[in-house]
């Protein structure tokens, strides 16, 4: 029997008196690509940040990998722990302006786990090529376009090897032209199989490179389920006017 991935159980976050995240549980077996979507303010960026420990919690259980971590009261050790198996692509890129690409990729690699400098930037190198920025790889930032920040950002999640990479809208920040080369790196991740949870507001593309679908809205999961079903045949009306009103919207958009 495969090991569950990753677990959560009644994960709950208040932000200023507002619960943002009313006890969401969930699982992810390996070799799933999950994707989240749902209305803006639903609470799926905060979900994101607190299974990768990158915000606590205020309760709730989190099990990844076969280890038990405590989502609300961890301490920078144990989510250092938990960053050594896990990669999350930013909405905004999040790479160092000082660093060439290369050496956002790298750095990571050497700083981060005290890989000498050669090995590490042979990795680098693989990855970048896997993102197709191999020929960019001594540029800086401000010298890349959005879309190609981006697959840098992904070339430095996969550098680390991790056993699920979390996105967060990796397209949103971009303009349409540049989106589908960054959808493109996606899909291709997808065919070697590793592990991805993404939220994204691309419903035709969630559709086409998630296995699992699950819509939020408001601090809750309404409705999960297998992509091919969530489509055909939505349980919930809210699903139903969701995914009614958005792949419209996206299926024109991309006309
Ligand atoms: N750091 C914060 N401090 C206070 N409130 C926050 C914070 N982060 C998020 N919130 C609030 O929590 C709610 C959920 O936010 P979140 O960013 O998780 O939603 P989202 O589903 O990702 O939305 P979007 O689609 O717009 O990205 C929102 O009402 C937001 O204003
Ligand atoms: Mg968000």
């Given at each position: 029997m495969t090991e569950t991935l990753l677990e959560v159980k009644n994960l709950h976050k208040t932000f200023d008196h507002a619960?943002?995240?009313?006890g969401v549980s969930l699982s992810v077996m390996p070799g799933e690509v999950v994707a989240i979507v749902g209305p803006s303010g639903a609470g799926k960026t905060t979900l994101l940040r607190c299974l990768n420990m990158l915000e606590r919690a205020d309760a709730g259980e989190l099990v990844f990998d076969g280890e038990h971590y405590?989502?609300?009261?961890?301490?920078r050790r144990e989510a250092s722990k938990l960053h050594k198996k896990t990669g999350f692509v930013f909405q905004d890129y999040?790479?160092?302006?000082?660093?060439t690409a290369m050496e956002n990729v790298t750095l990571g690699l050497t700083s981060?786990?005290?890989?000498?400098r050669h090995k590490a930037e042979e990795i680098a190198a693989e990855m970048l090529r896997k993102v197709g920025m191999e020929e960019k790889s001594d540029r800086f930032p401000l010298h890349l376009s959005g879309g190609q920040q981006q697959r840098v950002a992904i070339a430095r999640a996969l550098a680390a090897d991790p056993k699920i990479i979390y996105f967060d809208?990796?397209?949103?920040?971009?303009d349409p032209e540049l989106t589908g080369e960054v959808l493109e790196v996606i899909r291709k991740l997808k065919d070697s199989g590793i592990t991805m949870m993404i939220v994204t507001h691309e419903l035709s593309f969630a559709r086409d490179v998630s296995t699992r679908m699950i819509f939020m809205e408001e601090g809750s999961i309404i409705e999960e389920g297998n992509t091919r079903e969530f489509f055909a045949d939505p349980k919930n009306e809210r699903t139903r006017a969701f995914i009614g009103m958005n792949v419209d919207g996206t299926e024109k958009e991309e006309q």
């Open positions: 619960e943002v995240l009313k405590d989502p609300a009261g961890f301490g999040n790479l160092f302006a000082n660093k981060g786990r005290g890989m000498n809208e990796p397209t949103s920040a971009l």
